[in-house]
């Protein structure tokens, strides 16, 4: 089978560049393990909120010249901050355009608050989630009853920690005795898939109409919205005062949601979607990849002018950790990494981890380096890359978005298939 590009992973990074490259023309398939580090995710995205030192950003500009002046390996670094801006505003485009309302702009980062009644830096975010709430604001974070995913409690005390006024409470819900009745069951997902339906509008309506009129505000588990945000809407448009939505333990509602709207852009676009396949190897000539051996095509091989690594990191096994080194899994391409396993990690579990910034070693082009030379037709984007920590550094989401599209740009510029 024949592409004009192949990408390897079906995760934030991998969907971004393949709706990028099908939208401008290219046949582009997509091989995709199983679900992605997406759907675990909160559905909110950083771009950069630390430096490598612990210092917070104030100026993207400035800040991605420190990473260029004294942590070169960083995919900012690499890029520069004048693409890393560009390319930032063109996710935010891309995203309203595959249906994903989001909040937020590159310049002007915002605190969202968590499920535990705190306030994290972010990008851009679902429209449901609460931002850092005005103090004279009356909050009630309500639970419902039996779903252990959530405490309701916890995040309204966290919250008057902060100043906020805030109380719990909690709805029962009957429609979902039988996911109550199994405790496995009872997770976000699957209310999701309850709440979602038409006929039960009224009685989460009717539980939370009665709160409504003794708060300000309303912040509730995001436990509905799987593929669309018409409950969400329809709820705050007939409530007494404003709902919020606050995403779960993983897997995430809105998360989920982000993956569903991305696949399906990329589908409708005309991209070729490959699940629950994987590429296992590929044979390199002259510094470049020729073909590509997947376990479900096994003698058929896939042809690409270009393909894109975007398989993750070791949640997704994109790297994979032997004893003495770690590895990249497809290609075995040169891996920014510690000599010394003892020195991957430190003792203190609350300090950054030197293996977080693990990852595969690139060119300024984002080409793959094996045995120190590029591979010229193989890009590497998102968490598979090396020289970042994508959650002491807050900018795992902006590293995928921002080299994915750079990676486009670059395939789209040569053209297609020949």
Not at 76 to 104: F, I, K, W
Not at 174 to 185: A, F, G, I, Q
Not at 342 to 353: A, L, M, N, P, V
């Amino acid at each position: 089978m024949r592409f004009d590009t192949v990408i390897i992973g079906g995760g934030l990074a991998g969907l971004l560049c393949g709706i990028r490259l099908s939208e401008n023309g290219q046949r582009c398939a997509i091989v995709s393990r199983g679900q992605s580090a997406l759907g675990f995710s909160s559905g909110s995205l950083d771009l950069l909120s630390h430096l490598p030192d612990g210092q917070p950003v104030r100026d993207l500009n400035s800040a991605i010249a420190l990473l260029a002046q004294h942590h070169p390996a960083h995919p900012y670094a690499l890029l520069g901050a004048e693409r890393v801006r560009h390319y930032a505003q063109q996710t935010q485009t891309l995203l309203a355009d595959c249906g994903l309302a989001l909040q937020g702009d590159v310049d002007t980062p915002h605190l969202r608050v968590t499920p535990l009644g705190s306030f994290r830096r972010a990008w851009l975010s679902p429209a449901e989630v609460p931002l850092k709430p005005d103090v004279s604001q009356r909050t009630g974070v309500i639970g419902i009853s039996g779903f252990p995913d959530f405490q309701p409690q916890l995040a309204a005390a966290s919250l008057r920690k902060r100043g906020i006024d805030a109380h719990a409470e909690e709805i029962e819900l009957p429609v979902l005795d039988t996911l109550r009745d199994n405790p496995s069951e009872f997770r976000a997902v699957n209310i999701a898939r309850h709440l979602d339906a038409p006929e039960h509008f009224a009685a989460l309506y009717d539980a939370l109409h009665p709160l409504s009129q003794q708060y300000d505000v309303l912040y509730l588990p995001a436990c509905f919205g799987l593929t669309d945000s018409s409950v969400f809407t329809q709820l705050n448009q007939q409530l007494a005062c404003p709902l919020h939505l606050l995403p779960t333990l993983p897997p995430s509602v809105p998360g989920m949601r982000m993956q569903f709207l991305l696949q399906q852009r990329f589908i409708h676009s005309g991209g070729s979607w490959m699940p629950g396949d994987e590429v296992l190897h590929a044979d390199i000539q002259n510094d470049r990849v020729t073909q590509l051996w997947t376990r479900k095509h096994e003698d058929i091989p896939l042809r690409a002018r270009h393909v894109v690594l975007a398989s993750g990191s070791f949640f997704s096994n994109g790297l994979i950790a032997d004893r003495d080194r770690v590895r990249e899994a497809v290609f075995d391409l040169d891996v920014l990494q510690c000599d010394k396993r003892s020195d991957w990690y430190r003792d203190d579990i609350f300090e950054t981890q030197p293996w977080q910034q693990f990852g595969v070693q690139t060119d300024a082009q984002l080409h793959a380096l094996r045995q120190g030379k590029a591979i010229n037709n193989l890009y590497v984007v998102g968490s598979v890359l090396g020289g970042f920590d994508a959650i002491a550094q807050g900018c795992g989401g902006g590293v995928c978005a921002v080299t994915a599209l750079h990676a486009a740009q670059q395939i789209a510029a040569q053209g297609g298939e020949q």
